[in-house]
Structures are given as C-alpha cells and as structure tokens.
C-alpha cells in the first residue's frame, strides 16, 4: 500500500475496516443459504420452483433496498443508511432463527435482503468518498474481502453445525436449531455480528463529501480535518470536493439525463447484471447441491464449499493488495478470460459424467479468476464512476441491476440444472462472460489512480 505523510492512514483504515463490517452480513447471509436448502425443502415440501422462491426471496428485499438506498444514502446520510442495514440483518437472523413457519421465514429472508441490498450500496460509496484516489482501489476492495469472509464464516458454521448435527442437547431450543432443524441455527448464527455491525457504526462519522453537498461544511472540515494531516493538506482536499460541487444547481435526476452521466449509468448496469451471469452466484447459493449432483456425500460436499469460500476469500485478500497496481480493467482481462477456461472444462467434466477431485480443482480454479477480477472490481468500479452529487441515486441504479440479475440466477438455477443439465448450465455461463469482457475493453475506463472528481469529468465530456 502506498503511504502519504498527508493522510491520517490509522483513522482511514478503521474507518474502512467498520464499513465494511457491513460486508461479512452480504456475505454471510448470501452464503448461508446453501447450506439450509436440502433441509428447508425437505420440511416444508418444496418443489424446484418454490426452492426457487426460498433462495430468491432474499433477492426479492435486495433489489427493494438497493432501489431505495441511494435514496436513503443521499437524504439521510451514508452513516444513518448504514443503521438502518444493520437493523435489517438483526431482525432476519433473530426471526429466521424462530419462526413458526415457511411463510414467515421467507418474510424474515425479505427483510435480511433489504438490508444486502442497502450495504451493497452505502458501505463502497462511504468508504470511496473518504480514500484518497491512490488507494481507493484497495480500500473500496477491503468490502469485497470481507464480503468473502462472510461467505467462508457462513460456509464454516454450515459445516459445524452439520459436523455437531449429532451431539445432545440438554436445551429443546438448542437441540431444535442445532439437531432437529439445523437450518434455524445456521440462519440465526448472524445475530451475532448484525449486533456488532450496529454498535460499531455509532463511533464512525458521515462522510464529509455527503456532508459539503448538503451545505455543512464546518462538519465536513472537522472530518477532514481527523483523515489528513496539516491545514494545508485539509484546505485543498476541501477545496478540491468544494469545487467538483460548486455550480450544481440541476436535480439529481437532471444530472443524469446528461449524455455521459446517462452513459456511465447504462455500463455501470450492464457490467453489474451481466456478471450474475457468469455462474458465480449460482455457485454460491447451489454449491453443495451442484456437488452432490457430482456424487459426492452431503458431508463432504459441504466441505467443499468450505474450500470454495477459503479460496475466495484469500483471492481476495491478493486483489486487495494488487488493484491499485494492476489496474482494474487489467485484473478483468486476466481474471475472466480464467473463468471462461474453467467453465468450459467444468461443463465438459459434467457432459462426460465425470466429477471427484478434477470437478473440485476446476471449480476452485473458476473462484480464484472471478475473486481476482470481476468480485474484486465491481464494488470499486460502481463506487468511482459517478459525480458526488448523484453517487448514491446513480449506485443504485446500478445496484439494482446487479440484483435483478442475482434474483434471476437465483430463482432459475435450479431449472436450468434440471432442464439444461449441469454441463449445459456451465456453457451457458462461459459464454455471458464474453459480452462482460467486450464491455470493458471497448467502454469502460481505467479509474486507477485518479480522483473521484477527474473521473467525473471524464463522463461529464462525453
């Protein structure tokens, strides 16, 4: 990581570190998913669509949210939205963990997707607005890692509660949510870090772009004033935000009927939707299912996942480290051109019947290329593309694309394994990747190391 005398990078990197705190929920309750499937359908009698319905109704409170948090981000502010999350994972994990029945647990599943779709937006925008451009890159990807840490904890807990299925409890709630109907103690396990999420948000401040759009800029001094070091150095950041502000009389939606604001927005949905469509979702939700399609054991198949989540979440832990120096759009190329590959093979490994060790070697593959590229980049990507004043109404649009994409893969994964077949279903995949890739050669461009302003009037020009 480069360092900047001029920059207070202790307070910086808690400030990131809290924010994207919010990221191990994403993570987390988009991880846990697969592991209740089997049980949930069993109990409650589920057929392929309405096995559909239990994992996309999450996706159903995501797209609400991500539609209602560049809203709320921009009236409210980015500390309060993020609250708000916070109180939405809380009240899943607890109602999921006790519910009386499906209809109320697919309710609880809505209300812990609002608050996914409200982080995915408000925790990058937060933690973009208050790194510097040299390494925003690497702040904005601290998310994304602890997204994949949500994802190897739920994949954990999953695999323990599974191990421990069969230790006694002296408790009848106990042995209910850990024995009987371990799928509650999977989706309550949550609680525990909604309710560290909420307390720590309290001792973080507003981000102090929102705060100067909004007219308070003895607030956002102040705040500056903890990020840098030396007047001089606080006097010209503000200066610099001041004036990438200064003149915007249009509303919001005004600024994004503009030619390359509207531009940005469109590439910004598209490389959002279009990369749910590279199976990386439908690995997440499905993995121990596609597993034992492959024929192997519900325990072994569960620690499979486990090693999918390891591999992710220590990928990501290299893009972080590496995205400021690479490049986003070079991590893409290399990123998904590996993805294609493994894909293809993975569908071949399916077409011949084939599976074991070569199926999991491949599909670890497959999650080191997407890690290191397209998960690591989309969050920065989504972050940085738009002007202070319509970050968070912008975001969100594009956000909103992301989770219908997520929402479709989600609800019809199961279908086209059953229709299509698993090699089918992974062809499928390779070839959505190609019009991701010709998107960011020909469309999207390099936002490594420049400032959230200078890419601003790049849109702006067009």
């Known amino acids: 990581m480069l360092r900047d005398r001029s920059d207070n990078m202790a307070y910086l990197v808690f400030l990131c570190l809290v924010a994207a705190l919010g990221g191990i929920l994403f993570g987390y309750d988009t991880a846990v998913i697969s592991g209740t499937t089997a049980d949930v359908s069993a109990q409650f009698g589920l057929d392929d669509i309405s096995k559909g319905w239990y994992v996309g109704c999450a996706l159903i409170g995501s797209i609400i ?157 102040g705040i500056f004033r903890r990020l840098k070091n030396g007047e001089e150095n606080v006097l010209q950041e503000y200066a610099l935000t001041k004036n990438s502000i200064a003149g915007e009389v249009k509303s919001e939606w005004s600024e994004l009927r503009q030619p390359g604001i509207i531009k940005a927005v469109l590439i910004g949905s598209a490389i959002a939707i279009l990369g749910q469509f590279m199976g990386v979702n439908a690995v997440l939700y499905y993995g121990p299912d596609i597993f034992s399609n492959a024929g192997l054991a519900v325990k072994d198949s569960s620690f499979s996942t486990v090693l999918v989540g390891l591999v992710n979440m220590l990928t990501t832990v290299l893009a972080v480290f590496i995205i400021d120096k690479v490049g986003r759009k070079k991590l893409i190329y290399y990123g998904v051109s590996g993805m294609i590959a493994c894909l293809v093979a993975i569908g071949l490994i399916f077409a011949f019947h084939g599976g074991g060790l070569p199926l999991l070697v491949f599909f670890l593959l497959y999650i080191f290329s997407q890690a290191i590229s397209i998960s690591a980049v989309v969050f920065v990507l989504l972050s940085e593309m738009y002007p202070n004043k319509v970050r968070g109404i912008a975001m969100s649009i594009a956000g909103l694309a992301l989770w219908v994409g997520t929402y479709l893969i989600g609800q019809f994964t199961p279908w086209c394994m059953s229709t299509l077949t698993p090699a089918g279903t992974f062809f499928l995949f390779a070839a959505m990747c190609v019009p991701y890739m010709l998107i960011m050669w020909k469309l999207v461009p390099e936002t490594t190391g420049r400032s959230l302003e200078e890419i601003e009037e790049y849109w702006k020009k067009l």
């Open 65 to 221: 949210g991500v539609a209602c948090a560049g809203m709320l981000s921009d009236f409210l502010g980015r500390k309060k939205t993020m609250l708000i999350a916070a109180i939405c994972f809380t009240v899943s994990a607890i109602g999921c963990c006790v519910c009386a029945g499906f209809n109320d647990l697919v309710a609880y599943r809505i209300i812990g997707g609002l608050g996914i779709g409200i982080i995915s937006v408000v925790s990058p925008i937060y933690i973009s607005e208050i790194s510097p451009a040299r390494i925003r890159g690497t702040m904005v990807s601290l998310y994304q890692l602890a997204v994949t840490m949500g994802l190897l904890l739920a994949y954990l807990i999953n695999f323990a509660i599974l191990s421990g299925s069969d230790a006694s409890f002296a408790s009848p709630f106990f042995r209910k949510i850990f024995s009987t109907e371990m799928w509650r103690g999977m989706l309550g396990s949550e609680t525990v870090v909604a309710l560290a999420f909420f307390i720590i948000i309290f001792f973080i401040p507003e981000s102090p772009r929102w705060l100067i759009v909004k007219g308070r800029d003895e607030r956002a001094l």
